[in-house]
């Protein structure tokens, strides 16, 4: 029988292992609108704490799905996240808002241990950290994303997919493209008013976050 001391300590490795190794990862989605409102142009999904999301071009806005308190996210404008060249930072589920094209990449932290000294301990910078990216691209994209000199896990495009939110108190709309060309869907789409893409996308089978996923309720400004 374990003795009551060697239960607690055994105890207290476990809850300590589990704050400084968190399993969780973020999605950061990219959106050509404000409020993270429009559609999202592109995105990466499940990136892990130190991973950097670097985006294809300059967006407007950017939004933090399964975020907490512990993870705070960094947002960066020309270039990747080692640049340096951050916008704001800020923990939770949040969008980050501009007044235009800002934001080039994200990526976030651990806000509740001390990432300074795991660095250390893993014989790296933070930095260095931040640039160690674990990349799960597969396809055509995965050798871009993983080549020498570029550290860098870039966004996923989903050319049989279109997100789509009207208003930012509300959720996101997905329509997976069957037949036609993403281009000619959106082409579409971007004819059709502003005041009539819901009823549109929903003609068309696109499906709504009943969930609440999507839903907005911090906002960041640059």
Same mark, same amino acid.
């Given at each position: 029988?374990?003795?009551?001391?060697?239960?607690?300590?055994?105890?207290?490795?476990?809850?300590?292992?589990?704050?400084?190794?968190?399993?969780?990862?973020?999605?950061?989605?990219?959106?050509?609108?404000?409020?993270?409102?429009?559609?999202?142009?592109? $995105?990466?999904?499940?990136? =892990?704490?130190?991973?950097?999301?670097? @985006?294809? &071009? #300059?967006?407007?806005?950017?939004?933090?799905? +399964?975020?907490?308190?512990?993870?705070?996210?960094?947002?960066?404008?020309?270039?990747?996240?080692?640049?340096?060249?951050?916008?704001?930072?800020?923990?939770?589920?949040?969008?980050?808002?501009?007044?235009?094209?800002?934001?080039?990449?994200?990526?976030?932290?651990?806000?509740?241990?001390?990432?300074?000294?795991?660095?250390?301990?893993?014989?790296?910078?933070?930095?260095?950290?931040?640039?160690? $990216?674990?990349?799960?691209? =597969?396809?055509?994209?995965?050798?871009? @994303?993983? &080549? #020498?000199?570029?550290?860098?896990?870039?966004? +996923?495009?989903?050319?049989?997919?279109?997100?789509?939110?009207?208003?930012?108190?509300?959720?996101?709309?997905?329509?997976?493209?069957?037949?036609?060309?993403?281009?000619?869907?959106?082409?579409?789409?971007?004819?059709?008013?502003?005041?009539?893409?819901?009823?549109?996308?929903?003609?068309?089978?696109?499906?709504?976050?009943?969930?609440?996923?999507?839903?907005?309720?911090?906002?960041?400004?640059?």
């Amino acid at each position: 029988m374990a003795k009551p001391g060697a239960v607690t300590m055994l105890f207290a490795l476990v809850i300590g292992l589990w704050v400084i190794e968190p399993t969780e990862a973020l999605d950061y989605l990219f959106w050509d609108g404000p409020s993270c409102t429009g559609f999202v142009q592109s $995105l990466c999904t499940a990136i =892990s704490n130190g991973t950097c999301c670097l @985006a294809d &071009s #300059a967006y407007q806005s950017v939004q933090v799905q +399964e975020g907490d308190g512990c993870k705070a996210s960094t947002t960066f404008k020309d270039g990747d996240c080692a640049a340096n060249v951050t916008v704001t930072t800020s923990t939770g589920s949040t969008c980050f808002n501009s007044g235009g094209p800002t934001y080039t990449a994200a990526s976030w932290q651990n806000a509740c241990v001390n990432t300074t000294a795991n660095a250390t301990a893993n014989g790296a910078t933070p930095m260095a950290r931040r640039r160690a $990216l674990l990349s799960r691209k =597969s396809g055509p994209e995965a050798g871009r @994303a993983g &080549s #020498a000199g570029d550290c860098s896990r870039h966004v +996923e495009v989903d050319d049989r997919m279109i997100y789509y939110r009207q208003n930012p108190t509300k959720g996101i709309w997905s329509l997976r493209i069957e037949g036609a060309s993403k281009a000619q869907v959106l082409e579409q789409l971007l004819d059709v008013p502003n005041e009539d893409r819901v009823f549109w996308l929903f003609t068309h089978g696109a499906s709504y976050d009943l969930q609440g996923k999507g839903r907005l309720l911090n906002f960041v400004e640059a």
